[in-house]
């Protein structure tokens, strides 16, 4: 079972109660991505581009390491904690 994360700013846009999340029966990021779009539609276009890599803008944490872009297939049997962070625009 795997524990989800998610960043505050996608939980207000999308209504996500605050907490951690448990996972089953996922094997990679783009499993996580369309088992939250199944619940929150519309997500998956703040997280993954339409090539199927992750958006430059959010960052996928495996157990606190980061995921490349393009690394969506990472096998995740291994892994305890994902946690989901999109960048904030700043000045």
């Given at each position: 079972?795997?524990?989800?994360?998610?960043?505050?700013?996608?939980?207000?846009?999308?209504?996500?109660?605050?907490?951690?999340?448990?996972?089953?029966?996922?094997?990679?990021?783009?499993?996580v991505v369309f088992l939250m779009e199944e619940k929150h539609p519309g997500i998956k276009n703040?997280?993954?581009?339409?090539?199927?890599?992750?958006?430059?803008?959010?960052?996928?944490?495996?157990?606190?390491?980061?995921?490349?872009?393009?690394?969506?297939?990472?096998?995740?049997?291994?892994?305890?904690?994902?946690?989901?962070?999109?960048?904030?625009?700043?000045?």
């Open positions: 079972m795997i524990n989800l994360k998610i960043a505050t700013r996608l939980r207000e846009i999308y209504e996500i109660p605050s907490g951690n999340y448990k996972l089953d029966n996922v094997v990679n990021i783009t499993d703040d997280l993954i581009l339409e090539n199927g890599h992750i958006r430059p803008d959010v960052i996928f944490y495996l157990d606190g390491e980061p995921v490349e872009p393009e690394a969506v297939n990472t096998e995740l049997s291994n892994v305890s904690t994902i946690r989901i962070v999109q960048a904030m625009a700043g000045g």
